[in-house]
């Protein structure tokens, strides 16, 4: 690499920037400094080379202030940003409904996108939560991310809590068919449906057309949109994840 920083750590440097944007130089050299010296290539805690981290370093500020540079990354994530919500909200209702503790790292039940130091040592804005989950709870739309991600997190935690026969320790687990790579479904106690979209780059491209789940007799409402679904055969992805790339669906009982 011309600027005199190897591959492996532009391309780390590459990743988090896009992991992380828009983020400040202070916060990045932070992060950076800790990672180079832990990777111990070219400088460690106790054998330090000052000269390869400020190299490091000059090319992360030229990164975040270079306008050309700046510029093509928030093109790039704001590109993205389908992409992130899909995986961001399926993976967390994933984690939060198969068999498991479902645990919640603290500050995670909205987006933070952390960095090992010195992010995590920062304070959780609990407040913050709780006003955005009053706000949710009262019956406002949902404005972002943070939302979503709220908006799951809440509603699948409630529904563990509620029905813990159907979603504990004792729930049994079994896949859901689908016609498409790009969703993921299962249900717990055969009362719950799990479904998740996948891969949501790929999927993009091709739309949910033809694209089903076979969902079991009964019907169904989907406790994040409160849309009601008719189980007994084949239902499309199309119509389930109108609102959000995933649907958490209870059936009703007769």
Known sequence: VEVGVDEPTAYLLMQTLVGTWPIDGDRLYGYLDKAVREAKQHTSWTDGDPAYEQRVRDLATRCVTDDEIAGRLEAWVAELEPAIRAVTVSAKLLQLMLPGVPDVYQGC???E?????????????????????????????????????????????????????????????RPLPTTSRHVLGFLRSEQVAVLATR????????GWAHASVSLPDGAWSDVLTERQVSGGGAVACGDLFTDLPVALLVREAE
């Open 109 to 111: 039940e909205t987006v």
């Open 113 to 173: 996108r952390f960095l090992v130091d010195p992010d995590n040592r920062r304070p959780v804005d609990y407040a913050d939560r709780r006003r955005r989950l009053e706000r949710l709870d009262s019956g406002a739309a949902r404005r972002d991310l943070d939302d979503d991600k709220l908006w799951v997190t809440s509603r699948a935690l409630r529904l563990r809590r509620g029905e813990p026969a159907t979603v504990g320790a004792s729930a049994t687990y």
């Open 199 to 206: 891969w949501p780059l790929r999927q993009a491209r091709s």
